[in-house]
């Protein structure tokens, strides 16, 4: 039997038939890279989603690499009173676990004959282990060379200055510090985050990048469908004095100006440049913008739109992203596909004079969209109410669009960042960008 801590991944099997592993899972390591081909091993089967159904199976079975499945040869446990489970559609988890019969087999270890190499001890060294008695605590001596004389080379002191770089990290390294009183160790896991990972960009599964757009000079004046500046961004904008410049907002954060102009129809956006995010709905998908901006009232209608689109410059068709609209002065969370539009009043106003952090995420652990205003949680829209179909390819975008009115509405964009799945990602994206 293999039994590796913390591996999981996700399957669409339906029916009897042996699980066809499809990818990986948040927070736990992947089925492929931690199983070998005709591995045997126990596993646990659920629907991510109890809404789907609260059927599940325990059982063991054998790893097939080249094919991508785990057969499903002796049923342990089931919601089908042990037998074989008849799942029907609808996503579900695949855990591997250690299963009561295994650690009983440990448990229960029986002599036999001991070859080179060998772990398990006869009846024989056991009893020369236990003939010891207290013997094993008694004074080791006094011989030069010993624990006890004091000088034994392995016990010594060692200046840490002197100790060799290491070539490698694990993430266990114990960091030498100054201090007084009991020896306390601290790993590069105890301080805040983890820096060995995300500084070196070890998570090589996930695509992140990040722009406080400082590569632009002041006063630049952007070009409608190019890039901004050196930025890897593509601006659009249509109208009468409607503009996508380098701009500074009210709190004076240098940031792309998105003015619609004085015309009725004016607008303006910006989008990431170089990609197309292919929505998966077992992958986790993070965007987060720091802006500003004037509000819709009055006269003046039309939208403004912060977040994952189908579609750019115009308004979102299929998307996940914040709105605010001359119908009201709040955000509104919001997620249309092709069955329509869920939409949450956020209870936030949207304001010029300090500029806010708009994040979505996605999370397919919760089945959920989530929503957050300057990092607190404003609306959560779960996959039963409203969520985008597989394969529905994504933007990420800033867009104003008028309707009506003379007065030119405005965005300023201070930052953009992201952190998205490297599968469903075509095109180039800057994934060598650190961000937090």
Not at 5 to 24: E, M
Not at 195 to 204: E, K
Not at 317 to 326: I, K, P, S
Request: proline share 3%; with cysteine.
């Amino acid at each position: 039997m293999n039994g590796i801590d913390n591996i999981a991944g996700y399957t669409l099997t339906v029916g009897t038939a042996d699980f066809v592993i499809t990818d990986s899972i948040a927070q736990y390591d992947p089925i492929v890279d931690n199983l070998a081909d005709g591995d045997e091993c126990s596993y646990k089967a659920q629907f991510i989603d109890p809404s789907f159904s609260d059927d599940y199976e325990t059982g063991r079975g054998t790893w097939n690499a080249g094919a991508g499945t785990i057969s499903r040869t002796t049923i342990k446990t089931s919601s089908n009173n042990g037998s074989i489970v008849d799942f029907g559609a609808g996503p579900k988890v695949v855990f591997i676990v250690s299963d009561y019969e295994s650690l009983t087999d440990m448990n229960n270890m029986v002599d036999s004959a001991v070859g080179a190499g060998s772990l398990k001890m006869t009846t024989a060294e056991r009893a020369t282990i236990a003939g010891l008695g207290d013997s094993s605590s008694l004074d080791v001596g006094t011989t030069a060379g010993t624990v006890a004389a004091g000088d034994d080379g392995r016990f010594g002191a060692v200046d840490y200055g002197d100790l060799p770089v290491a070539t490698t990290l694990d993430g266990n390294e114990i960091v030498a510090v100054d201090q007084g009183g009991d020896g306390v160790q601290t790993t590069s896991q105890d301080i805040s985050g983890t820096p060995v990972t995300d500084v070196s960009g070890l998570a090589l599964n996930r695509v992140r990048g990040y722009s406080d757009f400082s590569k632009t000079l002041d006063a630049y004046v952007g070009v409608t469908n190019t890039l901004f500046s050196l930025e890897p961004y593509i601006v659009n904008f249509a109208g009468t004095s409607s503009a996508a410049n380098q701009g500074a907002s009210i709190s004076g954060i240098a940031s792309v100006l998105l003015s619609t102009g004085t015309a009725a129809t004016g607008n303006s956006a910006i989008r990431l440049a170089g990609a197309t995010v292919t929505f998966l709905s077992t992958q986790e998908y993070t965007a987060t913008f720091l802006l500003s901006t004037s509000v819709l009232s009055g006269a003046e209608t039309g939208h403004q739109q912060i977040g994952f689109s189908s579609t750019f410059p115009a308004l979102v068709n299929l998307g996940m992203y914040f709105e605010q609209t001359d119908a009201s002065a709040n955000w509104f969370a919001c997620v249309k596909n092709a069955g329509g539009t869920e939409r949450v009043d956020t209870l936030i106003t949207s304001v010029v004079v300090v500029p806010r952090t708009y994040r979505i995420h996605y999370d397919p652990v919760a089945t959920a969209t989530k929503f957050y205003i300057d990092g607190t949680l404003v609306a959560t829209i779960l996959n039963s109410t409203r969520v985008l179909a597989d394969a529905t390819p994504l933007y990420q975008v800033l867009m104003a669009r008028k309707t009506g009115g003379a007065n030119p509405p405005a965005l300023f964009l201070a930052s953009h960042s992201y952190d998205i799945p490297k599968i469903g990602v075509s095109g180039s994206l800057n994934s060598l960008e650190y961000f937090a």
